[in-house]
């Protein structure tokens, strides 16, 4: 595993192989607001409001890619959107550190994936607002 991905597993993501993307929250048992977006472009760059953004490429030999929970191992919908082939995966969080300090039954951390065709695999920090 490279260096740079290996750091970013204490930022923001858990696993990335070939078929799986995981994301590490702050809080266990309690709600975290998650929003994925599939796209077939690079999206625009946008760090405003957001504590860490992380970004890694990641191949898909099947055409297959998922973000799973750890809980209930049930997928999301397909993340590869232009089938087999390479992927970058960008990560944005939000009050992590927020969301440990207190329990709440309402959603206080805030993850956005976004999936996108890239064929690089370099693991790049945008942001870290720490």
């Given at each position: 595993?490279?260096r ?5 597993f ?5 696993d ?5 993307v995981?994301?590490?929250t702050?809080v266990?048992?309690?709600?975290i ?7 077939r ?6 760090l405003?409001g957001?504590d860490?953004?992380v ?7 099947s055409?297959?890619?998922g ?6 191992g ?6 590869a959107?232009s ?8 990560i944005?969080v939000?009050?992590?550190e927020?969301?440990?300090k207190?329990?709440s039954?309402l959603?206080v ?5 976004i999936?996108?065709?890239?064929t690089?695999?370099r ?8």
């Amino acid at each position: 595993m490279p260096r740079a991905l290996d750091e970013a597993f204490g930022a923001s993501l858990s696993d990335v192989s070939a078929h799986r993307v995981s994301v590490n929250t702050a809080v266990e048992n309690y709600p975290i607001c998650l929003t994925v977006k599939v796209l077939r472009h690079a999206p625009r760059l946008r760090l405003d409001g957001w504590d860490t953004v992380v970004e890694t490429g990641i191949g898909t030999p099947s055409g297959r890619l998922g973000l799973t929970s750890w809980e209930t191992g049930d997928p999301l919908p397909n993340l590869a959107a232009s089938g087999p082939g390479d992927y970058r995966v960008r990560i944005h969080v939000r009050n992590q550190e927020e969301a440990a300090k207190y329990a709440s039954d309402l959603p206080v951390e805030e993850h956005l994936v976004i999936v996108y065709p890239g064929t690089s695999r370099r693991t790049v920090f945008l942001s870290a607002g720490r």
